[in-house]
């Protein structure tokens, strides 16, 4: 069994930044990708940012330039750094991650339980 564990969600006013962690644990043979969604009271959960094993890496168009993505390999850990947060940031942040439990696994995607993270204005 794998677990996600997210941390670094809170309270922030606009202009100031968060950094989100999220850390896997379990049976885990290899890792393709984690990443951060989030989701606002009354919108669809949407993709913030990606990023692969060999750290290439996605974003979303309203997060570019502002939002940094990391990920340790060594620790099955992915960071998002955010910066100059707005209020539409507003939500909660979901760590994501697609990987195989053992090498003969199929893929298997797993979630967090969320970080709620509000920027005030």
């Known amino acids: 069994q794998v677990q996600l564990v997210e941390s670094g969600g809170g309270l922030v006013q606009a202009g100031g930044s968060l950094r989100l962690s999220c850390t896997a644990s379990?049976?885990?043979?290899?890792?393709?990708?984690m990443g951060w969604y989030r989701q606002a009271p009354g919108n669809q959960r949407e993709l913030v940012s990606i990023?692969?094993?060999?750290?290439?890496?996605n974003y979303a168009d309203s997060v570019k330039g502002r939002f940094t993505i990391s990920r340790d390999n060594a620790e099955n850990t992915v960071y998002l750094q955010m910066n100059n947060l707005k209020p539409e940031d507003t939500a909660t942040y979901y760590c994501?991650?697609?990987?195989?439990?053992?090498?003969?696994?199929?893929?298997?995607?797993?979630w967090g339980q969320g970080a709620l993270v509000t920027v005030s204005s």
């Open positions: 994501n991650a697609v990987l195989r439990s053992r090498w003969f696994s199929p893929l298997l995607e797993v």
């Open positions: 379990g049976t885990i043979s290899s890792i393709n990708s």
């Open positions: 990023i692969t094993s060999g750290g290439n890496t």
